[in-house]
């Protein structure tokens, strides 16, 4: 609408739709659930709105009963948007297996630093799956979404990452506090420190309603100032002692700004990352040589220089940071099955091309499993073109494809012949890496 002499009523509208465009971005990028206080607040505002809108006076004149229309239509879009952020499925998919970790952090973690035993090797593991979970969530490329699976990928990659550091770190302990006064005082804020961890991760996994990140903040500050008060007389042992323990509330106080962080740097948004650049700029140039490969009049010439370039697209690759970020891992995981899937094909097409120049009788079993791989091979040419979902007419033709190759290794009889129970094998295990590489590629995972 266009601001000018324009009726009261009409002004009054584009005041309110000014007032709903000022938290789009806020109600687009909710990343909470229907239960968050945040859901509450913008669905207040937005329902306020929407009862001011319905009482501006028309006075039954058409354009601005159209005008008040179009203003309701936009507020209920966005209050439909945020309900649907709140309640969609990969982001309750995401609160589920968060749920698993609070479980875990109940059971394992609380306990040990309430005096219990060590944290058990179950523990690392049922935290290591539920990550490995939260990052094959899909996004769809929705801001909501990233932002949910970051911000609890965040607080999960941090609870273990604190626990490891416990785990592994070795103090300067003992120092005998008959050495100086200020290590009575170190130990006991280092048993502050302690204690804090496991005030931090309860706090970080909503298993303690009764603490506040501002709070533990000023108790850690506090802690540091004590510290910093401390007259170690030039004491090294004694300086290098404190200074670790200085390190250890500097790092915890880190963690407490990790959420506040992620919203404010966009760090939940991976495609400007520069690892993921990097990944994305290998997989373009893997895609290239791929395009060259099945679109070549006489590919065997192409064989050893692409298989070249990709073993360095590879080595690329294993050069590139995580930066602590599992969903970085697991597209540098991907990006790597890529390369690998299409140096396997180039592999299997060489082999296949000398055994043509091989004039020589074999077992009749191992000329099945040759026939076997050469169909492999053409499926596998289909496979690295396909570009769909699981509901594609292709995909499906394509998996029963692999499906009856199965079979048709399973009916080999290798007559106790070992090197066509080893060749069997081979390509048994070659048909499900491409059954597998199929499914990545049709699984719709974004970062």
Not at 48 to 55: A, G, P, R
Not at 101 to 107: C, H, I, S
Not at 351 to 372: G, N
Request: aromatic share 4%; charged share 30%.
């Amino acid at each position: 609408m266009e601001m000018g002499n324009q009726h009261p009523s009409i002004s009054r509208l584009q005041e309110i739709q000014k007032e709903v465009k000022s938290i789009e971005q806020q109600v687009l990028g909710f990343s909470g659930l229907s239960d968050d206080k945040n859901y509450k607040k913008l669905e207040r505002i937005l329902t306020k709105q929407l009862f001011e809108i319905d009482s501006v006076d028309t006075e039954g004149k058409g354009d601005i009963q159209q005008a008040r229309k179009r203003a309701a239509q936009e507020t209920e879009r966005l209050l439909k948007e945020l309900e649907q952020n709140a309640n969609h499925p990969h982001r309750l998919e995401i609160q589920n297996i968060f749920q698993e970790a609070q479980a875990l952090v109940k059971e394992k973690v609380v306990p040990f630093y309430n005096g219990g035993n060590c944290v058990t090797d179950e523990f690392e593991e049922g935290i290591q799956d539920v990550i490995l979970r939260l990052t094959h969530v899909k996004t769809g490329g929705k801001v909501s979404l990233r932002k949910a699976r970051y911000h609890t990928l965040t607080k999960i990659c941090a609870v273990q990452e604190i626990i490891e550091n416990c785990m592994k770190k070795q103090p300067s302990l003992p120092l005998s506090e008959d050495a100086h006064p200020s290590v009575a005082k170190i130990n006991s804020v280092m048993c502050e420190v302690n204690k804090t961890r496991g005030t931090l991760i309860a706090l970080l996994m909503g298993v303690n309603n009764k603490e506040t990140c501002r709070h533990l903040s000023c108790v850690l500050s506090g802690l540091m100032a004590d510290l910093d008060a401390l007259d170690v007389c030039g004491r090294t042992e004694i300086r290098n002692y404190r200074k670790e323990v200085v390190e250890d509330i500097n790092q915890l106080l880190r963690y407490l700004d990790l959420e506040e962080e992620a919203d404010t740097t966009h760090a939940f948004d991976l495609g400007q990352n520069h690892s993921i650049l990097k990944i994305e700029k290998v997989l373009k140039r893997m895609r290239e040589i791929k395009t060259e490969l099945l679109q070549a009049q006489n590919p065997p010439e192409l064989y050893l220089s692409a298989k070249t370039e990709l073993q360095g697209l590879i080595g690329q690759l294993d050069e590139v940071s995580l930066e602590k970020n599992p969903c970085i891992r697991e597209a540098r995981r991907r990006a790597v099955i890529e390369v690998q899937t299409l140096i396997t094909y180039i592999d299997l097409k060489e082999a296949l091309e000398k055994r043509k120049l091989l004039a020589c009788e074999e077992h009749p079993s191992h000329k099945a499993v040759w026939d076997v791989l050469g169909n492999l091979s053409e499926i596998q040419g289909e496979v690295l073109s396909f570009d769909g979902n699981r509901t594609d007419k292709n995909y499906i033709r394509l998996e029963e494809l692999l499906t009856k190759q199965l079979l048709a290794l399973d009916a080999v009889d290798p007559q106790g012949e070992e090197k066509c129970k080893a060749a069997r094998k081979q390509a048994v295990k070659l048909a499900q890496n491409i059954l597998s590489y199929l499914d990545l590629k049709s699984d719709e995972w974004e970062y």
